[in-house]
């Protein structure tokens, strides 16, 4: 006999990165009910990764006693430019030699179903929208701090992708003119102020110049293997440089906030990423109050600034978000 289960529209939710895959079941209430996590392997070319995703779909859905015929339909966040309509990877920093690759062809063929894909930081910020905001705000803006910096928008209760559907791509509003050297060719981008390689960078030259850190002791002189956490264990030892080096993080991403208040005038602003997650408790006081700082007078008032609690989980929820749109 048939049971409730087996009617449920489960869809799947893969998080494409460039050291991870991770794909989600969900069940039409967003639950996650099955996961897998695989390593991307870049290095081995676009075919063997879009493999290793197919194969991460169909591991996530035996985890939970599924069937790939009981999944409705696949959504996939992919870092980098993505055109949505054709489903295809313009170009991605963190995979290298992916140029025009279909992704979405090529996973259908495989998987034989439905597939959508979208930018990660915009399918990011769908999770947040739909999975984690109770009262849906009509304007919303999410901003990522991990690696890089990333950010979506959902205006009047959408996604928005602007004219060549790269909007969103707060990490290079440039914060610093003549400031540090960003991975876009800028110089003073948010990303190459406030991100996590940026604040690692900071670190190791900090060592370099003989200034003091539990850091050293905790890793060895080169800093090793430093993740977000490690910054935290610091800080709880009163690490004098580490608190200097994530405040102003956190002070540059006020001031990034701030600016969004002033120019789209969101509900809310929505903080996520591993930084955040790692690092919440020092970052967000000081990002509410540089960003009301910086904000315009009248633009503040109501708005919310809050830390996202979907952490890693944020990629596979919004791109399960996105397969049940494909539904629709
Ligand atoms: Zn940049």
Same mark, same amino acid.
């Given at each position: ?104 062809? %090529? ?35 999410? =901003? ?110 006020? =001031? ?34 540089? %960003? ?23 990629? =596979?929820?919004? %791109? ?9």
């Amino acid at each position: 006999m048939e049971s409730a289960r087996d009617k449920q529209p489960y869809v799947v939710g893969v998080d494409l990165g460039g050291t991870k895959i991770l794909a989600g079941v969900f069940d039409a209430k967003l639950a996650c009910v099955g996961r897998s996590r695989l390593s991307t392997k870049p290095h081995r070319g676009a075919a063997s990764v879009i493999e290793r995703i197919a194969r991460s779909v169909r591991d996530a859905i035996d985890e939970c006693d599924l069937d790939l015929r009981q999944v409705q339909a696949i959504g996939v966040g992919a870092p980098g430019s993505v055109n949505p309509e054709k489903g295809e990877i313009v170009f991605s920093p963190n995979l290298p030699g992916w140029e025009n690759i279909p992704l979405q062809k %090529a996973l259908t063929k495989l998987l034989d179903r439905p597939v959508r894909v979208e930018n990660d930081c915009n399918v990011c910020t769908l999770g947040v929208y739909h999975a984690e905001l109770k009262a849906k705000p009509r304007h919303m803006v999410g =901003i990522f701090l991990g690696t890089g910096v990333g950010g979506g928008l959902i205006l009047d209760g959408k996604l928005f992708s602007g004219f060549n559907r790269t909007a969103g791509e707060i990490g290079h509003m440039v914060l610093e003119v003549g400031g540090a050297k960003c991975g876009c060719g800028n110089r003073g981008c948010f990303e190459a102020l406030a991100g996590r390689a940026a604040l690692f960078r900071r670190l190791a030259s900090a060592v370099k110049d003989g200034r003091k850190t539990v850091l050293t002791d905790m890793l060895g002189p080169d800093l090793k293997n430093l993740r977000s956490g490690d910054l935290r264990k610091a800080l709880k030892r009163g690490d004098k440089l580490v608190e200097r080096i994530v405040e102003e993080a956190a002070e540059y991403t006020g =001031i990034a906030v701030a600016n969004v208040i002033n120019l789209l005038n969101p509900e809310v602003v929505v903080l996520g990423g591993g930084l955040i997650q790692q690092l919440e408790e020092e970052m967000m006081a000081i990002i509410v109050e540089t %960003a009301q700082d910086y904000a315009m007078t009248g633009t503040w008032k109501g708005v919310e600034i809050v830390a996202s609690e979907l952490g890693d989980d944020a990629g =596979i929820t919004g %791109a399960a978000v996105l397969a049940q749109g494909a539904l629709a």
